[in-house]
């Protein structure tokens, strides 16, 4: 067991010591490469600290209720741990109070492997995600996310998942549990505005559960993390938090329509996120450094009022139908629409 400590403790050492390496390289020299490593290396370590600190919050929380607030504790220590090694947060800029909506099925837009602190941001007290099967092998993390109530999916086996959406839906309605899922079941590695197809999984599970989707886009962060190109710098992603869109008088009938829907408001939001000035796309050929913080704006047409144009040629059709979708449940909140307004 010493043996195995030291070697341990030999290996955490030489990983430190190799991350603040590359940290004082990254500072020094204007090179992507060091920068990118650092903040790669720095990632892993978070998580890793993370996971841990996860761990042990299951554990107690599973002794004392309500034991499933363990994911929305190590979320927002992921997110402040992230902030500080390597200068990257996501900021919500419209919508934030349908964060509360209780219970929900929440979704979001699936890109890369940093959508973990996306749901650092985002990611409310009561909730639970749902994950591959095989992630549950995964030391520390599997043991994490077993422990605070994961919701596993085994995608080869129709039956199995079935069964645990179903156990999931009778949560929901019994302990106003919320769950959240990537409907598009993949990252989408994008580096422009746009998403996968959609899974119906989870709106089947939110009309099983007579619960609201609640979506929420990420803008495209291609300007943050940039793999191919070895780029991996701090700054700020901006996120909107769209209506809650009820399901309570839908049968599985309306699944499809359902689906499409959520993924036309989302896809709009996402294309004039992205079309912003905040905006991180591939072909904005004037990316500016992201060190500096961003100025606060106080709600989504603000952040997209010089978007007017630009909105309007990449997702003027998921705009119509997606906003008009949204207004038609009657939620009396302002969304914006194609002219800025």
């Not at 992507?32 to 650092?38: C, E, K, R, T, V």
């Not at 095989?134 to 079935?162: C, E, N, Q, Y």
């Not at 700020?236 to 008088?249: D, E, M, N, Q």
């Not at 909105?311 to 979708?325: H, I, L, M, P, T």
Request: glycine fraction near 8%.
């Amino acid at each position: 067991m010493n043996v195995v400590l030291t070697l341990l403790l030999q290996l955490l050492t030489l990983y430190l010591s190799l991350t603040m390496l590359l940290l004082a390289l990254a500072l020094l020299t204007s090179h992507p490469l060091p920068s990118f490593l650092y903040r790669l290396l720095a990632s892993y370590l978070a998580l890793l600290l993370c996971a841990t600190y996860g761990v042990l919050a299951s554990l107690a929380l599973f002794i004392l209720p309500p034991h499933r607030s363990a994911q929305w504790a190590t979320a927002r220590a992921f997110k402040h741990t992230m902030s500080l090694l390597t200068g990257i947060s996501f900021e919500i800029l419209s919508g934030q109070q349908h964060l509360l909506t209780r219970p929900a099925v929440f979704v979001g837009n699936h890109q890369t492997a940093l959508d973990v602190l996306f749901l650092g941001e985002i990611f409310p007290p009561h909730c639970s995600v749902t994950a591959k099967k095989s992630l549950k092998k995964v030391p520390v993390l599997g043991w994490f996310m077993a422990l605070s109530g994961t919701v596993f999916i085994d995608r080869a086996d129709r039956a199995t998942a079935l069964k645990a959406f179903a156990g999931a839906a009778r949560e929901m309605r019994e302990q106003r549990q919320s769950v959240f899922i990537f409907p598009e079941g993949t990252r989408s590695n994008a580096e422009e505005a746009l998403l996968l197809p959609f899974k119906k999984g989870a709106f089947h599970l939110a009309i099983q559960a007579g619960v609201p989707i609640v979506p929420v886009v990420a803008g495209c962060y291609w300007g943050v993390l940039g793999v191919r190109e070895r780029r991996f710098r701090a700054g700020r992603i901006p996120v909107v938090v769209l209506p809650p869109i009820p399901t309570a008088h839908l049968t599985p009938a309306d699944v499809e329509d359902l689906t499409r829907q959520t993924r036309d408001a989302m896809l709009d939001a996402l294309v004039r996120l992205t079309n912003s000035p905040r905006g991180q796309h591939a072909a904005n050929p004037a990316l500016k450094p992201l060190t500096t913080p961003s100025p606060p704006f106080s709600s989504l047409e603000e952040v997209l009022a010089d978007t007017k144009e630009a909105g309007s040629g990449g997702g003027s059709s998921a705009r119509e139908s997606g906003v008009d979708q949204l207004r038609r449940h009657g939620h009396g909140e302002k969304i914006y629409d194609g002219a800025g307004n």
